[in-house]
C-alpha cells in the first residue's frame, strides 16, 4: 500500500450505531488530519495530530472523537450520529517542522451516510 | 475564514491553457499561496505552492504578482482529467501552525 488510504470507504449506520473510520498513511509523516466535506460545502477541518498528540479541534461535536496510536494511524470513532453528519470524511498526512511548507497527502474518503 | 476569491466556474477547450485565477488581497508576507485540486469524489490533490516566485513544476505554474495580492495557476495543455474544482489557499507556515482553510474554489470543466 502506498500513500493514505482509509477504511471502508462507503458506510451507512442508523443513528444508535457505533463505528470507526481508519485512516494509515504509508508515507513516514508526523501530522495526520480528518475533514469534513459535506455536500455544496469546502472541506472543513475537523482535528490535527502532531507528533500523535492533538493540536487541533475545530468544535466538533463529542459525538465524533478521534484517536491516533501512533504516527501511522488514525481513527474516527462515531457514536449516536445525526442525519447531517452524512458526508464524505477525508483524512490527510503531512510532514511538519523541517521546513515552512508543507504538502497535505490526501486519502480517498470515506462516503458516510446516517440513517 | 476563507482568504482567497475566486470565480465559481471556468470553461477551457482540451489542449489550450487554463488560467486560473485568485485574488488573496490581505495576504501577509509569511503566507503561502497554495493550490489543490479535487477531482469529483476523490481527495484533494496537491499542485503547487509559492511565496513570491513564479513556480512550475510537472503539472502546472503559478504566477504570482509584485504586489502577492493575486496569483494565476496555469494548466498549460489541459485535459479532460483536469477536469476537477480547484482551491486557491493562503496559510502561514507550517511551523506550529498546520491549517489548510479550502474555500470555494473554481470548477474547471475542460471542454473536447
Known amino acids: 500500500e502506498t500513500g493514505v488510504t482509509q477504511t471502508p470507504r462507503h458506510l451507512v449506520m442508523g443513528m444508535t450505531n457505533k463505528k470507526s473510520l481508519k485512516c494509515e498513511q504509508h508515507?513516514?509523516?508526523?501530522?495526520m488530519y480528518w475533514y469534513k466535506q459535506s455536500a455544496k460545502k469546502p472541506l472543513e477541518l475537523m482535528f490535527v495530530y502532531n507528533f500523535k498528540e492533538q493540536t487541533e479541534n475545530n468544535s466538533v461535536p463529542s459525538r465524533f472523537s478521534p484517536e491516533c496510536p501512533n504516527s501511522s494511524h488514525l481513527f474516527l470513532h462515531l457514536h449516536t450520529l445525526q442525519p447531517e453528519d452524512s458526508a464524505l470524511y477525508l483524512c490527510?498526512?503531512?510532514?511538519?517542522?523541517?521546513?515552512?511548507?508543507?504538502?497535505?497527502?490526501f486519502g480517498p474518503g470515506t462516503r458516510l451516510t446516517v440513517l | 475564514d476563507a482568504k482567497t476569491t475566486q470565480p465559481p466556474s471556468m470553461d477551457c477547450a482540451e489542449g489550450r491553457a487554463a488560467n486560473l485565477p485568485c485574488n488573496h488581497s490581505?495576504?501577509?508576507?509569511?503566507?503561502?499561496v497554495y493550490w489543490y485540486r479535487q477531482i469529483h469524489s476523490q481527495g484533494p490533490q496537491y499542485i503547487i505552492h509559492?511565496?513570491?516566485n513564479n513556480e512550475t513544476n510537472e503539472m502546472a505554474s503559478l504566477i504570482i504578482t509584485e504586489d502577492r495580492k493575486s496569483s494565476t495557476l496555469i494548466l498549460p495543455h489541459a485535459t479532460l482529467r483536469d477536469t476537477a474544482v480547484y482551491y486557491c489557499i493562503v496559510r502561514e507556515s507550517n511551523f506550529g501552525n498546520e491549517k489548510l482553510t479550502f474555500g470555494t474554489g473554481t470548477r474547471l470543466t475542460i471542454i473536447p
Open positions: 508515507l513516514g509523516h508526523n501530522a
Open positions: 490527510a498526512s503531512s510532514q511538519v517542522g523541517l521546513v515552512p511548507f508543507d504538502e497535505q497527502f
Open positions: 490581505t495576504i501577509s508576507g509569511n503566507e503561502y
Open positions: 509559492g511565496l513570491k
